[in-house]
């Protein structure tokens, strides 16, 4: 089995900033492309905006609304993710989610998996 598990959300005032964190652990060959997506709490994770990628190369990309104000990065000897944001806005208030592909076994295919998200609230 795979998890994610995502870490680092909580209350932040507008402007500030905050740093998440996504772990996969499990029985796994390889972690390949990373994700940050974001969704409104009760709406489905999978229909949520992608906010951040990152390879395993760590070449990265970013929604538009967050270039310059987001850096994604992964340290893959711990398999781990990393979302510093700031200049947060009240609009960026959401449940935060970590996809990755994964091969759990050489010949096994890469599938996607989610971790359970964090929520981040950006409220004064």
């Known amino acids: 089995q795979v998890q994610l598990v995502e870490s680092g959300g909580g209350l932040v005032q507008p402007g500030g900033s905050l740093r998440l964190s996504c772990q996969a652990s499990g029985t796994m060959f390889g972690v390949y492309t990373m994700r940050w997506y974001r969704q409104a709490p009760g709406k489905r994770r999978e229909l949520g905006e992608l906010v951040a990628s990152i390879r395993d190369d760590s070449i990265s990309n970013y929604a538009n609304s967050v270039k310059d104000r987001f850096t994604i990065s992964r340290d893959n000897a711990n398999n781990t993710m990393y979302l510093q944001m700031s200049s947060l806005k009240p609009e960026e208030a959401a449940v935060y989610y970590c996809?990755?592909?994964?091969?759990?076994?050489?010949?096994?295919?890469?599938?996607?998996?989610w971790g359970q998200g964090t929520q981040v609230t950006v409220s004064s």
């Open positions: 996809n990755a592909d994964v091969k759990r076994f050489v010949s096994s295919p890469r599938r996607g998996y």
